[in-house]
């Protein structure tokens, strides 16, 4: 009895990318593109108010993630967003004396 093999894909690890960026970076891009569009889409300078920020934060993005690892941002994001006092104990809601002992003679 030999052993049946089927040929599979040789890129599982590799992470998705879309023109370079990562999805969220795409989603946040995106995000962007519309709310500019949403907002300045019918004046005359559209070209300035909508496309240039684009492209600008999308440059930003691809220098200024150069060498980082995967889901940089979003981990970045969650970093600051955090506490930045962490205590294994609950914050005080009363600020009680503790009980005196009677000490019986």
């Known amino acids: 009895m030999s052993l049946r093999s089927e040929p599979t894909s ?5 992470k998705l990318l879309i023109l370079g960026f990562e999805v969220p970076d795409v989603l946040a891009i995106f995000l962007l593109l519309s709310i500019l569009n949403f907002l ?8 300035f108010l909508v496309w240039l920020p684009i492209l600008f ?3 930003i993005l691809r220098v200024g993630k150069r060498g980082k690892p995967d889901n940089y941002l979003v981990h970045l994001a969650k970093f600051h967003m955090r506490a930045k006092y962490l205590s294994a104990f609950a914050n ?3 600020d009680a004396l503790p009980p005196n002992r009677k ?3």
């Open 10 to 14: 040789q890129s599982l690890e590799k």
């Open 40 to 47: 300045f889409g019918q004046t005359n300078h559209k070209l």
């Open 57 to 59: 934060i999308a440059l």
């Open 92 to 94: 005080p809601s009363i």
């Open 103 to 105: 000490i019986n003679v």
